[in-house]
């Protein structure tokens, strides 16, 4: 089967014109799969960065990576959690503690808060509302 135009250089440029524009394609989509392979790379690298960290360079200071950033978090977490409960003595919690029993007992008479009083009044009055918020007042006769 032969496929011409009957023009020997219009033939030429067609046939040219084809193989220009499946190489232009080729081209086009190896750029676009370069690009797309290089943004994956970066985002990699900036991801890994992240996880191990990076060593300090010239005006930049050394970031630590998640590891260290966990390990200091569990310390942190540690010295909170040693705070927040009775122990032996030394935490804010013990301290806490220590100064509810000595103002018990200079005022073994007087309820524990001024708010646990309200809320008391709060829950015989029935209102459901949040201590401190005052009731509504009642309407005004316009007569």
């Not at 370069?34 to 970066?42: E, F, Q």
């Not at 060593?55 to 966990?70: D, H, I, K, N, Y």
């Not at 100064?99 to 029935?126: F, K």
Request: hydrophobic share 35%.
């Amino acid at each position: 089967m032969d496929i011409t135009t009957g023009v020997h250089a219009l033939d030429e440029i067609l046939v040219w014109g084809g193989a220009l524009t499946l190489i232009v394609g080729f081209a086009t989509t190896l750029w676009r799969v370069v690009r797309a392979v290089s943004h994956l790379t970066g985002r990699a690298t900036q991801f890994l960065d992240d996880w191990y960290g990076e060593s300090p360079r010239p005006g930049v200071q050394a970031r630590p990576g998640v590891m260290e950033r966990l390990s200091l978090l569990e310390h942190l977490s540690r010295a909170v959690q040693h705070e927040v409960t009775p122990n032996s003595g030394a935490s804010l919690r013990d301290a806490v503690d220590q100064a509810n029993a000595r103002l018990q007992r200079l005022c073994p008479d007087m309820p524990q808060s001024r708010c646990e009083e309200q809320q008391d009044h709060d829950r015989e009055a029935g209102e459901g509302r949040p201590p401190g918020v005052p009731s509504p007042s009642p309407p005004a006769d316009d007569s």
